[in-house]
């Protein structure tokens, strides 16, 4: 083997290191991305179901309120 093939297959060899170190780095990117999306759509999920909540807790205190009664609906005389 002369030194230029040495030479060339050294860099080939970087290359192939190259490539796998750039692909490990960008599947762990992908991966931190993917964990950042499902903790933020939780997070909201967690807001969305707290107020529909607090909207349930409301209206069944205004109908307590109200005697019962939805509005506009006539009293049972």
Request: proline share 1%; charged share 35%; hydrophobic share 40%.
């Amino acid at each position: 083997m002369t030194a230029d093939q040495a030479r060339q297959r050294a860099e080939k060899s970087f290359i192939k290191e190259e490539r796998a170190r750039d692909a490990r780095n960008a599947m762990a990117e992908y991966e931190a991305q993917a964990i950042a999306i499902r903790k933020k759509t939780a997070r909201l999920k967690a807001l969305r179901l707290a107020k529909e909540a607090q909207g349930a807790v409301s209206e069944a205190i205004g109908k307590l309120r109200s005697g019962g009664r939805s509005v506009g609906t006539p009293s049972r005389r």
